[in-house]
Structure formats: structure tokens, C-alpha cells
């Protein structure tokens, strides 16, 4: 794929850290309006993979140096102790809690348990994602 | 509590062995395991004052309670006489396992990790009150006795061995879990106690002999009874401790536990005293004739086991005759209980003791056929001073344990001709006859072992090694076994007061309320004129005559089929065979033929369930308006479908499945489903970047493509699938039969889960266990393509085990 | 709405079915992924297509004529895992091609002794 791919990256530049900052929106407003980890992991990879198409795979590992096999399992471990952590409270499993607080910045705004399971869903979906793209572009 | 969390004690201390043995692999590793039985049996001692007295100990750990499943330890007299058993006999094997296994050649780890797997699972077997963990322990006894047999694992005779007595242990285990889950519906409990205390009413039951068949399979393959026996003499193949241990003192008399625990229960049955009685004599009949074939040290004591196991058996049938006699206590029926437990004592100590000495001959001089040894006697006196007094006791010679309790079962065997009914006043006759053979055939063997070992002509040109006396540390367990035979003679009335009494009570209690009211006293001599006297001195010198010529008639074995063991090997054969044979009538190794299966059995099945529900309906009302939108999509979805179906490129087919995705998105938008919009739009968009990158790599492939041919057969298939998915759409729509859980949702959705899309919340709090294992199923995907690309297995085919 | 949707079901399942019975891999994969979309729609239909507004519930006011949240809930699980299936099998296939050179399923029966 040696073409001259100008147009491309340079669109990429842009749209990428477009497509990033909407899968952000998109995974912390997921409790209350549509969104969340799976389509925020998707997103995500989706604009890692576009960086890659532009750029080619050997560049994009050097600009975003993430083991992504690491990333699931990082992922996995946080949603099952998040789901865990509710027997430490001697509630039964995967009972979620979630309160109000007054932060800086933001304002009122609601912390919930659940957010963390979602972030472990976030992390596994884009880690497996980029872990199958990876591992099939790479191999010779 | 505390005494089942004692059953549970070796298992975890085996939880160190693999860090002990690889971290201070200069101690040999049995001196730790040591410790465990030897504190057991210190403590189970401390019980015997109060169990000797007829009380007992009850201790409950809830296992499952929703299903009333718990760990109940109850030890009463022959709860406490098998733990002693265990853990003392456990400590002795222990320690002369630590001579016997080299510390630095053996793989004691895996060695010893089993065996107190198997002390576990032995203690729950005799203390389970609850009869589903008792055959939880039970089946746990085999699965350590299939380790422990097959621990030389390199060997084929080893691993034959052990899946043999695996084969056949579970088969009565599960023959067994039967018996006991009838006996929890006639019952309405799996409490052993509850169901003795029920045991008059459960007579009339129609289960009640169903039950007790069963459950006599489990005993019967367990303790090694005739026809079950074959896997014993196999399982000699398991090193010497092993053997000592499991297929001597202790796993082999699990089943006699279990008729004796159960005796209470069944004693009311005709059926249960003719079986065990018979089969039992049978048993100790056949076992002693062919402990005479054996070549094999091991396999003579293996033999020897079968017999003794087949008497204590029978005694067992004759304890339960005592439950028809009304003066059961006065006749001499009431031996037959004491007599069981008393030999069930004797026979692990001299068996123990030879086992011990089988093992030491054949480390010291490396071989243990029979025909090669010969003359050890000065060389190993010691072994032979051991050896003798374990034989001499098995023959039943005084002094020594076995000659008390050999009267004893004579005298029991007699007795049964006294008895009249089932028809014993018939076939009584016989039961004293075939005991009388079988003792004279004990007496040959047991000389045969002892004397073709230690005495005549030394082959010092036939051994592999050159034979010496053991290490100290070797002898001490066989010594102290050997000394126990001898004492056991000069107090049996001090080891029935306090072991044997409290466990015959728990065996007859329709006969004693408690270990004092057992009335029995042993004693050497008991006059000049009674026939166990007479039988006695007829077997010693038949015996001693048969003995001295042995070596004349001792051919004769040759011309004996083996029946038996080759039944076993056809069977296996067979049906390995068999099942290979049957799966190829199927398995044809397209998956093309195995898809077929499934969807013929999808649309069998779904459309079945419809005619016999009768459950087609579509209601017409209650459906949302068609618009224009709707039908240019679908028209589009269906236009992609078509060019799949029909497209000769795979490029092509790619791009209208891409199409279809993307129609299946709009349509998402359209029911007002915004989440799976937009994942399904994203998803869409990385697959086919994913088929270009496979593509990518791949273009030869697309260039020239075979055109895909139709065939009836799968069309038919297809339509049939398509026809049954929209009669089963159509009825889910019509008829609902359940209120939608949604409502649930939607009033809780923001007060209680404090979020506000329902459908995320549903996955990450309400279904959040979907979620988990998604995501666990995502990583797993991604492991398998990672080993799929990474590993090239095939490129390295030198190392292929099998080329 | 939800009749005409029941027939593109079974349409689906149809062709799906049908591309799993032939003979090339690549086929064999396209019908899979028809055959999750056929799955996906399925379980919407079930649910009803009716609802007004999607099922999210703004700062606490409840609307009452929702789409049914539960299939949605359970089609996003199922979209992802089929992905993850997809590819899956498109790894197998392109790897069954490096070391076997074709992707055709009679050529990759297998002999007996290969067991």
C-alpha cells in the first residue's frame, strides 16, 4: 500500500482525535443517555485502527506503545474485583452502589460503582479488538 | 465442626507437599506427611474413653444447604475403630514409605499429595453421617487409589492397573449412589441415623431390596468381593506402601464398613443375609484356592486379601442372621459381630506386617517371583522373623491375634447350622464346610509365602541384585506390626473392651443398647470338645500334609481358564470398539453433514413443539404501522442478502454482507434503539476493515472462485430453517405468556440503579453476570487468534510425539 | 410491521443457513455473520417494534411508551460476541489457507489416520 496517501493522513490527524473525544463522551454518558463501554471500546479502536490505515501498523505501535493482551486482562481483573468487591460490603455478588457528590469543576454529579465495571468492559473491548487487528496485520 | 474440619486436615496439609518437597528437598518429604496421620491417631485416641462407653460424637459443616447437603461427622465405636485404623496403619505405611521411596529418584510430591488425598477421603467414608457426602468421599477413595496405582505411570501394567480398579469401583460406586438416593426417597432423609431409627417401616418399602442390591454392588466391587476381585491382583502394580495401605488395611475394608454400618438397616432382609453371607464364604473360598497359582509375591498376598475380606464378609452376614433369632445373645450367633471386627483388627496388622515384608524382599534382592527367591532366612532374619509371625497368624496358629479370631469365625459358621430360616436348616450344612476348605487353603498359602521365600535352596545366580538384610529404618514398621500380632493374643479381651465392643454395638444395636452389653469373652482355649477345636487341628494337619506335597499337585493350577480377567478385557475391548465403530457411522468428518444434524434437529424439534402445543398464531393486531422508510430497507436488506447468494466473487459477497450490517443499523435507528446503532454501525465499519486485512494477506483467493453450485438438498434444509425462525417469530409476538420484565426496569431504573439508560444499565448492574462472561468470551477469542497466528506448531514436526 | 419483519427473519435464517451447507469456508463465515444479524432482528421483533421513544429516561421523568430495553440489552451483548466469533473464524480459515492452501471443506475432511 504505497500510494500517496496525503489526503488520508491528513484527514486522519484531524478526525482521529475527533472519533477519540466523542468515545469519551460517549462511555461517561452512558449511565443516562445512550453510550457506554462497548460503544466507547469500539469507537476507540476504531480510531486506532484508522491511525493504522493511514499510517501503517509499525508506526501506529510506535506512537501508541500499548500492549493491548495486557489491556484485557487489566480490563477483565477490574470488572470481576468491581463485581468481587461487593461481598467485602456483605452484600451479594455484583451489587452496585452509587451516591451523589458535589465535585470541583463539575458540580453535582453522580460516582457510581458501575462506572468501573463499564471502564473494565471499555478496556477489554478495545484491547481485544486491537489484539485481533494487530495480530492479523502483523503476521507475515 | 472442628472433627469434620479433622477430615479435611490431610488434604490441606497436602496443599504444602509440592513447596516442601521442591524447597527442602534435602529432608525427605515423608518425614513432614508423617506428622498428620501421627497427630490424628493421637487424637482420635483420646475419644476412645468416652466411645467405649457408648457415646459418640456429632459435628455438621453446611455444605449446600438449599439442598440439605452437608458434611456431618459422626463418629461412634466403629466410626473411631476404622479412623484408628486409618491414621494408625497411615503413620506406620508413612514411615516405611520414607525408606522405601528414594528421596531423590521419586517424584514424592505427586506421591504423597495422593495419599493424603486418600486419608481424607477414607476418614469422610467412615465418618459421614450424610449418605451423598459419604459417596462423594467414597468416589474420592477411588479416584486416589486410581493415582496412587497408576504413580509409575510409564509402566503399562501400571496404568492398565489402575484404570482396571478405577473402572470397576466407580462402576459400584455409582451402583451405590442408586441404592443410597432410594433410600433418601423411601426415607425422606440421607441421614444415616434417621434412617436406622426408620429402618421397621422401610422393610415393607417395594424400593427396600432394590436398595439393597445396590448398595451391596458398591460394597462388593470395593472390597474386592467374587466376581468384583479381578482389579485387586492388578492394582499390586502400585508401589509396596501403596499396597500395604490402601489394598490391605484400609480402602478394601470401606466396603465392609459400609454393610456394617448399614446392617441396622438391612438386617430385617432374608435377602441381605443369604448375599452377604455367601458371597462372602464364596469369596474367602476362592480367594485362598487361588492364592496357590500366584507366582507373585504381591499377587499371593493380593489373593490372600480377597479371602480374608470374603471371611470378614461373611461374618458380617451371619452378625445380621442375629437380628431373626430371638435369643440371639444366648446362641453362638453372637459371635459372628465380634468376631468381624475382631479379624477386621487382626488381618490389618499381619497383613500390614506381610505387605511390608513383600515390599522389603523385593527392594533388597529386585525381584519378587517366587521361583527365583528361595533361602533368604539367614540373610534377612529379621524380615523372616516378621514374615513368620504375619503368616502363622493368618494361618491361625497360636500365639498370635489370628488364631482368636479364626476360632471365632469357625465358631460363627457353625452356628448358622443351629439357625432355621431362610432354609438354613437345608443349605446350613454347607456354610461350615466351605469356611473348614477355605481355612485349609489359608494355611497353604500362608506357609507357601513364608517358607518358599525364606527357606530352601538360595538362587543367588537368579536375582537381580544381591539380597541383604533391610535398612533399619525399614524394619520398624513390620517389627512393631509383628510385636502387635503377638500382644493382641495375651489381651484380646482389654482390645475388645475398648475397640471391638463399641463397634459391634454400632453394628447390632436391634441385639446391644451399648458396648457393655455386648457379652463376649475370648479366650484361647475353651475345652477339649468343641467341633471348632476339632476343625482346628483337622485343618493344621490336612494343611501341613497338603503343604509338604504342594509342589506335586501345585501344576494343576495351569489347566484353570481365566475367566474372569479375560471377560473384563473383552468387555473393554468391545466396547471401545464399539463406540469407535458406532461414532464412524456418523462422524464423517465434513461439517457439512454435522450442520445438517443440527438443523434438522432445530427444525424437528421447534416445529414438533408447535404441532404439539399447538401453537401457531399470528395476531394481526397490536403491530406497529409500516412506513416508508422501513420498506426501502428492508428492501435493501433483502437486495444485499440476495447478492451474497448469488455473487461469484468473495469481494463482492463481503461488501453486500457489509450492506446488510449497515440496513440492520438503519433499522436499529428506526425502532428506536440508539445504543445498538451506533455499536453496530462501529462493529460493521472494523469487520470489513478485518476481511480486508485477511484479504490483504490473501489475494490469491480472490481472483478465482469456483461458482457455488445449487443443491436441493441444502436449499430444503435451509427453507425449512427459514420457515420454522418466522413461525417462531410470529408466535413470540402473538402470544406472550409472562408480563415484560421491563416494567420492572423502568420503575427502578432511575431511584434504585440511579442511572438513566435502561438498556446500559441493564448490562452493567441488572444483567451485569451476561456482561462478565462477554467479555470473559471476548478474551478468550482474542487468546485463540493470538495462538492460532503466534504458534506455528506444525512447522516444528520433529518434535511430534507421535513421528 | 412486526408480520413483514417475521418473513425477513426467516428470509435471513434462509440464506444463512443455505451459505453455512457450502462448501468453501469464506461462506461458511459469511452465513454466520448473516445468520447473527437474522438472530439480532429476531430477538427485536420479539420485543415488539412499537415503542415511542428509545428506553432512556431523562433526569427522572418516566414517558410511558418505551421501546422494550431487555432485547436491546441482550442484542448488544450478542453484536459484540459475534463479532469476536467472526473473526475468530475468519483467523481460522486464513490460517487453515497458509498451511493447507485451500478453503475448501471436502478437501479438509481429513484421512483416517489422522486421529
Known amino acids: 500500500m504505497k500510494t500517496n496517501d496525503v489526503m488520508l493522513q491528513t484527514v486522519t490527524k484531524v478526525v482521529t482525535f475527533i472519533i477519540l473525544m466523542f468515545a469519551v463522551h460517549i462511555f461517561f454518558a452512558g449511565h443516562y443517555t445512550p453510550g457506554g463501554g462497548f460503544v466507547g471500546g469500539l469507537l476507540t479502536a476504531s480510531a486506532i485502527v484508522l491511525l493504522m490505515l493511514a499510517f501503517g501498523i509499525q508506526t501506529v505501535k510506535k506512537i501508541v506503545p500499548v500492549n493491548y493482551v495486557v489491556m484485557t486482562s487489566v480490563g477483565l481483573l477490574l470488572a470481576i474485583a468491581t463485581a468481587a468487591a461487593s461481598i467485602l460490603f456483605d452484600v451479594p455478588f455484583f451489587t452496585h452502589a452509587y451516591d451523589y457528590f458535589d465535585l470541583p469543576l463539575f458540580g453535582k454529579t453522580s460516582l457510581h460503582s458501575a462506572m468501573l465495571f463499564d471502564a473494565g468492559v471499555y478496556l477489554v473491548v478495545v484491547g481485544v479488538t486491537m489484539t485481533i487487528i494487530q495480530t492479523i496485520g502483523e503476521d507475515e | ?803 | 410491521m412486526e408480520i413483514i419483519m417475521s418473513v425477513v427473519i426467516g428470509f435471513l435464517f434462509m440464506a444463512a443457513v443455505y451459505l453455512m451447507l457450502s462448501k468453501s469456508l469464506i461462506r461458511i463465515i459469511i452465513g454466520t455473520g448473516l445468520l447473527s444479524h437474522g438472530a439480532h432482528l429476531l430477538l427485536l421483533t420479539m420485543g415488539g417494534l412499537g415503542g415511542e421513544s428509545p428506553p432512556v429516561v431523562a433526569d427522572g421523568v418516566s414517558v410511558s411508551d418505551y421501546a422494550d430495553p431487555l432485547p436491546q440489552a441482550l442484542i448488544l451483548t450478542a453484536i459484540v460476541i459475534s463479532f469476536a466469533v467472526t473473526s475468530f473464524f475468519l483467523v481460522v480459515a486464513y490460517r487453515a489457507y497458509q498451511e493447507l492452501g485451500t478453503d475448501n471443506m471436502e478437501l479438509l475432511k481429513g484421512t483416517e489416520d489422522h486421529e
Open chain 2, 1 to 803: 465442626m472442628s472433627l469434620v474440619l479433622l477430615i479435611f486436615l490431610p488434604i490441606i496439609a497436602a496443599l504444602f507437599i509440592p513447596l516442601l518437597f521442591k524447597k527442602v528437598g534435602q529432608i525427605h518429604t515423608g518425614w513432614f506427611v508423617l506428622l498428620v496421620p501421627a497427630a490424628l491417631f493421637i487424637y482420635y485416641s483420646t475419644l476412645l474413653p468416652s466411645i467405649a462407653e457408648g457415646g459418640n460424637r456429632v459435628s455438621e459443616l453446611q455444605w449446600i444447604p438449599s439442598l440439605d447437603i452437608a458434611f456431618i461427622a459422626y463418629i461412634d465405636g466403629l466410626s473411631l475403630l476404622f479412623s484408628l485404623l486409618i491414621t494408625g496403619i497411615g503413620a506406620l505405611v508413612v514411615l516405611y514409605s520414607i525408606f522405601y521411596l528414594d528421596k531423590y529418584r521419586e517424584q514424592l510430591h505427586n506421591f504423597y499429595v495422593y495419599l493424603l488425598m486418600f486419608m481424607t477421603a477414607m476418614l469422610g467414608v467412615v465418618q459421614s453421617d450424610h449418605l451423598i457426602s459419604l459417596y462423594l468421599f467414597w468416589e474420592l477413595t477411588s479416584i486416589s487409589s486410581f493415582l496412587l496405582i497408576g504413580y509409575w505411570y510409564t509402566r503399562d501394567r501400571s496404568r492398565f492397573g489402575a484404570l482396571k480398579s478405577m473402572m470397576i469401583t466407580v462402576f459400584g460406586g455409582l451402583m451405590m449412589l442408586g441404592g443410597f438416593v432410594l433410600l433418601g426417597i423411601m426415607g425422606n432423609t440421607y441421614s444415616i441415623r434417621e434412617l436406622i431409627s426408620q429402618a421397621p417401616e422401610l422393610v415393607s418399602h417395594d424400593f427396600f431390596v432394590w436398595a439393597l442390591v445396590l448398595i451391596l454392588l458398591g460394597a462388593f466391587t470395593k472390597s474386592a468381593q467374587f466376581p468384583f476381585y479381578i482389579w485387586l491382583p492388578d492394582a499390586m502394580e502400585a508401589p509396596t506402601p501403596v499396597s500395604a495401605y490402601l489394598h490391605s488395611a484400609t480402602m478394601v475394608k470401606a466396603g465392609l464398613y459400609l454393610v456394617a454400618r448399614f446392617t441396622p438397616i438391612f438386617a430385617a432382609s432374608g435377602t441381605w443375609v443369604w448375599l452377604v453371607t455367601g458371597i462372602g464364604l464364596f469369596t474367602m473360598l476362592w480367594g485362598s484356592f487361588f492364592a496357590l497359582k500366584q507366582k507373585d509375591l504381591k499377587g499371593i498376598l493380593a489373593f490372600s486379601t480377597v479371602s480374608q475380606l470374603g471371611l470378614i464378609m461373611s461374618l458380617l452376614g451371619v452378625s445380621a442372621a442375629g437380628f431373626h433369632v430371638e435369643n440371639a445373645t444366648e446362641i453362638a450367633l453372637n459371635y459372628a459381630g465380634f468376631a468381624a471386627i475382631f479379624h477386621l483388627i487382626n488381618h490389618a496388622v499381619f497383613k500390614g506386617s506381610l505387605f511390608m515384608i513383600a515390599g522389603i524382599v523385593d527392594h533388597e534382592t529386585g525381584t519378587r517371583d517366587i521361583r527365583k527367591l528361595g533361602g533368604l532366612m539367614s540373610l534377612m532374619p529379621i524380615s523372616f522373623t516378621v514374615a513368620m509371625i504375619g503368616a502363622f497368624s493368618m494361618a491361625g496358629l497360636p500365639p498370635f491375634g489370628g488364631f482368636l479370631s479364626k476360632e471365632m469365625f469357625l465358631t460363627g459358621m457353625v452356628a448358622l447350622t443351629e439357625f432355621d430360616l431362610f432354609s438354613m436348616d437345608v443349605w446350613g450344612i454347607m456354610f461350615p464346610v466351605i469356611a473348614w476348605i477355605g481355612s485349609v487353603f489359608t494355611f497353604i498359602y500362608s506357609f507357601y509365602f513364608v517358607f518358599h521365600t525364606f527357606a530352601g535352596k538360595h538362587k543367588p545366580e537368579e536375582l537381580p541384585k544381591p539380597a541383604h538384610e533391610a535398612p533399619k529404618g525399614m524394619l520398624i514398621s513390620p517389627v512393631f506390626l509383628a510385636i502387635l500380632a503377638v500382644v493382641i493374643f495375651f489381651i484380646p479381651n482389654i482390645v475388645g473392651e475398648w475397640l471391638v465392643k463399641p463397634a459391634v454395638a454400632a453394628i447390632q444395636p436391634f441385639m446391644y443398647d451399648s458396648p457393655q452389653a455386648v457379652d463376649v469373652h475370648v479366650a484361647a482355649w475353651h475345652g477339649y470338645i468343641t467341633t471348632e477345636l476339632w476343625m482346628t487341628i483337622a485343618i493344621f494337619t490336612v494343611g501341613g500334609l497338603m503343604f509338604w506335597t504342594l509342589r506335586k499337585w501345585q501344576h494343576l493350577y495351569d489347566r484353570f481358564p481365566n475367566t474372569l480377567n479375560s471377560l473384563y478385557d473383552n468387555l473393554m475391548f468391545l466396547s471401545d470398539t464399539g463406540a469407535n465403530r458406532f461414532s464412524r457411522t456418523y462422524m464423517t468428518g465434513f461439517i457439512r453433514s454435522y450442520l445438517v444434524y443440527m438443523f434438522s434437529f432445530l427444525v424437528i424439534i421447534v416445529l414438533g413443539t408447535f404441532v404439539l402445543n399447538d401453537a401457531f398464531a399470528i395476531d394481526m393486531n397490536n403491530t406497529a404501522p409500516v412506513g416508508l422508510y422501513e420498506i426501502v430497507i428492508m428492501l435493501a436488506l433483502v437486495g444485499s442478502t440476495v447478492t451474497i447468494l448469488f455473487s461469484k466473487s468473495r469481494l463482492t459477497a463481503i461488501i453486500a454482507l457489509g450492506a446488510v450490517g449497515y440496513s440492520v443499523a438503519l433499522f436499529f435507528v428506526i425502532f428506536r434503539a440508539p445504543d445498538l446503532a451506533l455499536t453496530q454501525l462501529v462493529i460493521e465499519t472494523i469487520s470489513v476493515a478485518l476481511f480486508l486485512l485477511a484479504f490483504y494477506h490473501l489475494p490469491q483467493i480472490s481472483r478465482k472462485e469456483e461458482r457455488m453450485r445449487f443443491r436441493f438438498g441444502n436449499a430444503l434444509i435451509a427453507f425449512g430453517v427459514g420457515v420454522t425462525m418466522t413461525l417462531v417469530a410470529l408466535a413470540a409476538h402473538s402470544g406472550k405468556a409472562l408480563p415484560s420484565i421491563s416494567e420492572f426496569y423502568k420503575e427502578t431504573v432511575y431511584k434504585e440503579a440511579g442511572g438513566g439508560n435502561i438498556v446500559n444499565v441493564i448490562l452493567v448492574d441488572y444483567r451485569g453476570f451476561d456482561t462478565l462472561f462477554e467479555i470473559g468470551v471476548l478474551g478468550i477469542a482474542g487468546i485463540g487468534i493470538i495462538t492460532l497466528i503466534k504458534l506455528r506448531l506444525t512447522k516444528k514436526e520433529g518434535q511430534h510425539e507421535n513421528k
